[in-house]
């Protein structure tokens, strides 16, 4: 077992097969207990572009190539018995295909989140239907249903004329008091 993971050319698939193993298990394991090794840096990120984070060198990227090339390319090399220029061909080749899928899941992953948070002054615009009636001009508020960011949004919403809006009325949001958490509206 020793000589066929160690012996002759070996080492060349083993070393990042076992490296990017290692990483892998060891940030999985650190991942159950609130750790992070993916060393970007970044801490604070913009949901205007959902996966936008998901970078395609990066260290889980890179382990998984290592993983990828080292253990198609050994078993290439020891199993299958191919030369070791070829099992190098099908180790990168594998490395780049699990890199890349790794990628892929990554982004797709980090579309699944979404900013919980709305700013009422990027509503200004968007159309909603009335949840609850909006009583007329300094009699209160209502409700209005926004879907936003693949988010249900309830806001509370007043108007400025004399008439109520009675629900399931569609308004165009034409204000928005962020300090207040209040949107005015008017008929669509």
């Known amino acids: 077992m020793f000589d066929a993971l160690f012996g002759g050319q070996a080492p060349w698939f083993t070393a990042p097969a076992l ?44 382990a998984a190539f290592m993983v990828g090339f080292g253990w198609i390319g050994l078993v ?35 579309k699944l989140q979404s900013d919980a948070n709305l700013r009422l002054s ?18 209160g508020t209502g409700r209005i249903m926004l879907v936003h960011n693949n988010g249900q949004h309830e806001l509370h919403a007043r108007q400025e004329g004399d008439e ?13 008091d962020e300090a207040g958490g209040v949107v005015v509206v008017e008929p669509a």
Do not use: N, W
């Open 19 to 62: 490296f990017g193993t290692g990483f892998l298990v060891l940030q999985l394991g650190l991942s159950q207990v609130g750790g992070d090794m993916d060393g970007d840096g970044v801490a604070d990120s913009h949901m205007d572009d959902p996966g936008a984070d998901a970078k395609l060198l990066s260290t889980q990227t890179l």
């Open 76 to 110: 290439c090399f020891r199993a299958v018995e191919l030369s070791f220029f070829v099992s190098v061909l099908a180790g990168v080749a594998a490395g780049f295909g699990v890199g890349y899928m790794i990628y892929q899941i990554t982004r797709s992953m980090m």
């Open 122 to 139: 990027k509503t200004v615009g968007m159309e909603a239907p009335v949840y609850i009636m909006i009583p007329p001009r300094g009699g």
């Open 164 to 176: 109520p809006i009675a629900t399931h009325a569609t308004v165009r949001i034409v204000e928005a």
